[in-house]
């Protein structure tokens, strides 16, 4: 069967000026010592992740997040020898190409370590993995108590080793903070019983973009996840979206496709499990793909 796209073409231009120029932003908000994990996941949000990775790490970045296997896969194909974190759920068949990567699991659910720790021991040193607990998105992670269980078991020393515990907040860009305060305090909670039971995890994070900006206490000094160096507008709320320098923008290839926006476009992307807000609060058009970007970030100094 012959299937017709019906999708405009449609090409992006990625400004990586303006990429750098929300990272400086970003970095202004963390305090010393305290890392941008880069969030590159569904192809840097429709930038290239390849590109926008390779940018990011030349400009020191160390640490990417990804949503699945094949895109940290992509990444170190591509030459990126930073640390990739994937962030989504794995198959048990999946975890021999993530070992062979040198990619970071995520662990949601206890059931996967032992074949994490099979493949795990063919390695040199203990691999790395980082934890992820529930406080309120609603999504992915063990809750409190299961986190407390699973510290007891042996193979997170070894042949695993637990360089990250993370948590995501749900509604850090929300004009109400009640509920990110609420999970921030579950959070703190349980670092304090790891820290009385003597263990030391290295990373920490719990910030998104908009955390970064609002919620000093979610940076945790270690290291904070960004998809704003993207330009995306982390507290819409609070500030303008700029419309000026833009790091994206789209044009579409035909001359005959009139009702389409030439120009920048902000964030269309909404993950949060909140549902009260449309996706594409600020898409300045409907365009034939998902894709987030445009505006740089808000100079607040
Ligand atoms: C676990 C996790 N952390 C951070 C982010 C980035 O969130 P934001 O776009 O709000 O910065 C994402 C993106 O989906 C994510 O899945």
């Known amino acids: 069967m012959t299937s017709i796209s019906t999708l405009v073409p449609t090409y992006a231009t990625v400004n990586l000026a303006a990429l750098a120029h929300n990272l400086s932003r970003i970095k202004r908000y963390l305090c010393p010592g305290c890392e941008v994990m880069a969030i590159v996941k569904a ?15 030349r400009q ?5 997040a ?16 930073a640390s990739i974190v994937v962030l989504g759920a794995l198959f ?19 059931r996967i370590l032992p074949t994490l720790a099979k ?49 995501h907040l749900a509604d850090a860009d929300g004009a109400d903070s009640t509920f990110t305060e609420r999970q921030l305090e ?9 820290r009385l039971r003597g ?27 960004a998809s704003c160096s993207m330009g995306i507008t982390p507290c819409p709320h609070q500030y303008q979206i700029p419309t000026s320098d833009p790091s994206s923008h789209f044009t579409p290839q035909s001359p005959n ?11 269309i992307t909404e993950h949060s499990s909140r549902n009260d807000r449309p996706a594409s609060r600020y898409c300045r058009s409907a365009m034939p793909m998902a894709i987030a970007g445009g505006s740089p970030i808000a100079d607040q100094s």
């Not at 429709?46 to 790490?57: K, M, P, T, Y």
């Not at 020191?60 to 990417?64: K, L």
């Not at 030391?200 to 996840?225: E, M, Y």
């Open 66 to 81: 990804v949503a699945s296997l094949d895109e940290g896969i992509e990444l170190r194909l591509a030459g990126l020898t």
């Open 257 to 267: 496709c009139g009702p389409f926006h030439r120009g920048p476009l902000s964030a």
């Open 186 to 194: 579950s959070f703190n909670a349980l670092l304090e019983q790891i």
């Open 199 to 225: 263990l030391t995890v290295p990373l920490v994070h719990a910030a998104n973009s908009a955390a970064i900006v609002r919620f000093p206490a979610a940076h945790f000094r270690s290291c904070a996840r």
């Open 119 to 167: 493949a795990a021991h063919s390695q040199p040193a203990p691999y790395p993995i980082h934890l992820k607990v529930e406080t309120g998105m609603g999504r992915l992670g063990f809750s409190l108590e299961e986190l407390l269980t699973v510290l007891d078991n042996p193979l997170l020393h070894s042949p695993l080793k637990v360089e990250g515990l993370m948590t």
């Open 60 to 64: 020191g970045i160390g640490q990417f």
């Open 92 to 110: 048990e068949e999946q975890i021999a190409d993530l070992i062979a990567h040198k990619l970071t699991p995520v662990v949601s659910d206890g």
């Open 43 to 57: 192809n840097a949000y429709g930038h290239g992740a390849v590109e926008i990775a390779q940018s990011l790490a």
